[in-house]
């Protein structure tokens, strides 16, 4: 099969929700539009930030429709289709290759905890099903499972459509090192965890990030930056946003601050996350806003066009 160059920012689109807590289709629209703007290099769907784990099927399906006819094909889409089991997993594989999925980022198991022979066979059973791209996500913080570098190697050995993996699995640059080294440069290595460590990432030889989607504008001025041999200026850039970037990653707390920034700036109309997630309290909310003072943020100047 003909090989993709993924690369860049590729933002995990949040999914924003009513005050009823029902899929808002305009704020959605909007919030891509916010991410073209932004200059991204493409855009994920369905992964953790996306509260891909609270969406109903149907929900899946709509949405993918109204982010592809948003986007109409000017960047890639990225399509989480992970779950807790290989039938399943295959299953939403399939659909998301007819719904226009560029490539796709696939979780490991995340209930039973699989060994070793059990994630191979997950994973080759869904390169098997679909000829589009496949990111292996490496995040053990979410899913409870590591996989080690020398099974990432195999399979990309083994099955020529598993071509990336989004190394999240702390300390990331060690492993990313580890997975550039043994797999012999046969993965694409995309950073994760929110961007936090990003700079770092770039160094150690990974080809971009997929963030949360509320500073988008943010990772493309550090990759360009980066990209352009102005390692200063991306490093400055870095440092300067890391306490704002690392606020998203409070557990329990992640999702709605990315919404909180989204809704503040009116790229989207409600902050609302959906149960097991956890709105913002008032003291979380002010220590949310302390780490952007002297920053600035494209989504908090948005003018909205619905």
Known sequence: MARTQFEGIYPILATPFNTRGEVDEASLRELVRFQLSA?????????????????????????????????????????????????????????????????LMVLP????????????????????????????????NASGVSIPASLLARLSKDFGNITMVKVEAPPTTVKITEVLEQTEGRLAVFGGMNAMYFYEELVRGAVGTMPACEFPEVCVQIYK?????????????????????????????????????????????SSHVRNPNAPLDSRTRDEVWETLKDLDLLALHWKPSR
């Not at 198991?109 to 496949?134: C, H, N, Q, S, W």
């Open 39 to 103: 200059g991204v290099d493409g855009i994920a769907l369905f992964g953790m930030a996306s509260e891909m784990y609270t969406l109903l099927e149907e929900e899946r399906q709509r949405i993918a429709e109204i982010v592809s006819d948003e986007v109409k094909g000017r960047v890639p889409l990225i399509f989480g289709s992970g779950h807790t089991g290989a039938e399943a997993a295959v299953q939403l594989s399939k659909q998301a290759q007819k719904q226009g999925a560029a490539a």
């Open 109 to 140: 198991p995340y209930m039973a905890k699989a060994d070793g022979t059990r994630l191979y066979d997950y994973f080759a059973a869904i390169a098997k099903a679909v000829d589009i791209e496949i990111m292996i996500q490496d995040a053990p």
């Open 225 to 269: 930056a980066f990209q352009s041999g102005d390692r200063d200026s991306a490093r400055r850039i870095f440092y300067r946003y890391l306490p704002f970037i690392r606020i998203g990653t409070l557990p329990g707390y992640a999702m709605a601050v990315h919404k909180e920034i989204l809704q503040q700036g009116g790229v989207i109309a």
